[in-house]
């Protein structure tokens, strides 16, 4: 629903510092959540090239290296219809209230019900702040699409003055894919990015990435559709 990192100390004179990782990069890294599955989803490598990272709690994760940037794929399902996970992973305006690390989150201008800008800040942890305005198409599920929900985005920096101090990603290619589950009862959703913010991070850092920062997130979504969908009963 993706910049050079500076930190405040040595980090552009440092070997341990390398590539960054896509998940600061887009979202950020909160507080732990409670994983809603025990089970690891049976999911076949999106094709060559792709390493699987992470298979557990129900979620999967594969990431592949495109030159200097960064592609990933995580799989999960959500305890709440497809509608539902839309609705939450397209409101942009209240990211700050349940994504991690978001620290302003808002809708530059709106084209129609299918077409935005938006603009979010975060405040990753051991990195310095980023920002990222992006344009972000939406489409609902219907007959004609099989009851798929999907929010893509591409970077769209000009679209918002850069501000001192706070670093600007450049590169930010995604969507999240809602598909219903158990006759739209359930959802398989999958997020699918690929980023390069640029800079140099330290390697526990990147190490982050898809052992916490994917898992976060997913459960940060999959917390806010499951109680958006028991306060709709």
Do not use: C
Not at 14 to 34: D, K, M, N, Q
Not at 137 to 157: C, Q
């Amino acid at each position: 629903m993706g910049a050079k990192f500076v930190t405040h100390h040595s980090e552009h004179q440092s070997e341990t510092y390398r590539s960054p990782i896509h998940g600061l990069a887009v979202f950020g890294i909160a507080a732990v959540f409670a994983a809603s599955s025990s089970q690891a989803l049976d999911m076949n490598s999106p094709g060559p090239g792709w390493t699987e990272t992470y298979d557990r709690n129900g979620l999967v994760v594969f990431m592949k290296d495109v030159q200097a940037d960064h592609e990933i794929i995580a799989v999960s399902e959500v305890d709440a219809p497809p509608e539902t996970v839309f609705n939450v992973v397209s409101d942009f305006e209240h990211y700050p209230d349940f994504m991690p690390y978001v620290e302003e989150s808002r809708v530059l201008s709106r084209k129609n019900d299918r077409e935005v800008i938006t603009y979010a800040r975060v405040a990753p942890p051991f990195v310095s702040k980023r920002d990222y305005p992006l344009k972000v198409r939406m489409t609902r599920g219907s007959t004609a699409n099989g009851g798929i929900f999907k929010v893509e985005w591409t970077a769209y920096p000009e679209a918002q003055p850069e501000i001192e101090g706070v670093v600007r990603i450049k590169l930010n290619e995604g969507s999240w894919v809602a598909e219903p589950l158990d006759g739209g009862k359930r959802t398989q959703l999958t997020y699918r990015v690929l980023t390069n913010p640029g800079g140099l991070i330290p390697d526990f850092v990147v190490s982050m990435s898809n052992t916490v920062a994917i898992p976060e997130l997913f459960e940060a979504v999959k917390k806010r559709s499951v109680e958006k969908n028991a306060a709709q009963k």
